[in-house]
């Protein structure tokens, strides 16, 4: 967004949001305004390099946000949410192109379900409103290097755009859950085969202390290139997820198992492999085959929460790439490994004020063989590399 862009956008965005407030205070007593305040200090060593910074939304993003509800009728409710992040630290907003980034939807609860349209979690992610990562591991997808999306990947990462999301009432301690997108990112007016499309479905049960979440997810991506652009033209990826959590009393046990089909990332373990197409090379548009694990606990001690973590990955990818008369030219097989370590502690000064402090080890390794077929014998190769990344996070967080 340019720097015009910008001037304008933002103090619009401030008088729009005085105005709600304002409207809501007069004429609708069942909206409300809230928001946290995440702020700490963060310490890292990445291989041989040191960092310290300080950091907003380490184990909850900061945001404010106006939600509200009428009811209709006894079996019709309609409600809206619309919340906005920023970095405490600056007061920067948390997007330049969208004001209202984390939350903007409308909904309806009704005898048949809850029905809800905008921009919200994809339900395979740890975002509010997500079923899965974020009720596997005892972090969620927070505390920085302490998060479950270190070794998960979802078809798609936190939220999505122009989506349809349903959830059934619960019965027998079932409830199914839908969801459909399409367009995930800003793309509502462009059409359909010029943009990324996401569908999700899941299921979750709960009986006394026990939670369990089954899902799957899937990425429809573009498959043609608008009049001249150029970007991402790779296959269709998906995720098959399980998990779920036991509450003991003093400890609750956290595990979860992601099978990706195709994704573009290992975790956090790896970059994104998403890449403009070229007819002569499947390296940015060919995905990995992933396998990942997440088991930990909340234990309670000394009047706070007690975290501790651990998560596993290992991702294979094999593309190729070709010569110009369309001839082969090289193979790769890649794989890639990681596992993390993670222990954190939660103490309340009051019902809305926290003190946090975390460390977590996360360690990477990727290697890629491939083969050059020259026109006097195959030559192999092997390019490996390893990663060693130490993390440790203290703040306070306020909910108001």
């Known amino acids: 967004m340019n720097h015009s862009h910008q001037a304008v956008v933002k103090p619009l965005a401030g008088a729009v949001l005085a105005a709600l407030l304002l409207a809501s205070g007069a004429q609708a007593a069942d909206v409300s305004v809230y928001g946290i305040i995440d ?55 948390g997007d330049e192109d969208r004001f209202f980034n984390r939350n903007s939807i409308v909904g309806l609860e009704t005898r048949w379900g809850d029905f809800k349209i905008g921009r919200t979690a994809g339900l395979v992610s740890g975002n509010s409103g997500g079923i899965f990562a974020g009720r596997v591991s005892p972090f969620g997808i927070t505390w920085q290097e302490a998060q479950s999306t270190q070794v998960l990947s979802g078809a798609v990462g936190s939220r999505v755009d122009n989506s349809i999301t349903y959830a059934s009432p619960r019965m027998a301690g079932f409830q199914v859950h839908l969801q459909a997108s399409n367009g995930i990112d800003l793309d509502d007016s462009v059409r359909s085969s010029y943009k990324d499309r996401y569908a999700a479905a899941g299921v979750t049960y709960r009986a006394g202390g026990l939670r369990f979440v089954a899902a799957v997810d899937r990425m429809f991506t573009k498959n043609a290139q608008a009049p001249g652009t150029a970007g991402y033209r790779g296959d269709d990826w998906m995720t098959y997820n399980i998990g779920g959590s036991y509450d003991f009393g003093m400890v609750r046990i956290h595990a979860g198992y992601q099978y990706g089909d195709g994704v573009t990332r290992v975790g956090k373990i790896s970059s994104s492999v998403k890449g403009a197409w070229s007819a002569t090379n499947e390296k940015n548009t060919t ?36 010569r110009d008369d369309g001839s082969l030219s090289y193979t790769y097989d890649q794989e890639v490994e990681g596992y993390q370590f993670a222990l954190g502690y939660l103490y309340p000064f009051s019902n809305r004020t926290d003190f946090y402090v975390a460390g977590a080890y996360v360690h990477g390794k990727d290697v890629t063989d491939s083969i050059n077929y020259l026109s006097t014998g195959n030559v192999a190769a092997k390019d490996a590399t390893k990663s060693h990344l130490k993390s440790f996070i203290a703040g306070i967080r306020h909910s108001f």
């Open 287 to 322: 995905g990995f085959d992933t396998h990942g694990f997440v088991l930990g606990a909340n234990i309670d001690v000394a009047g706070g929460e007690l975290k501790v973590a651990t998560g596993y990955v290992k991702g294979e990818r094999d593309w190729k790439r070709f």
């Open 39 to 93: 702020q700490g200090v963060k310490y890292t060593r990445d291989g041989h390099e040191n960092s310290f910074e300080m950091n907003s939304g380490q184990i909850n993003g900061s945001r404010f946000g106006l939600r509200g509800k009428e009811e209709i009728s006894s079996d019709l409710k309609v409600y809206f949410n619309v919340e906005a992040g920023f970095d405490a630290d600056t007061g920067a907003l």
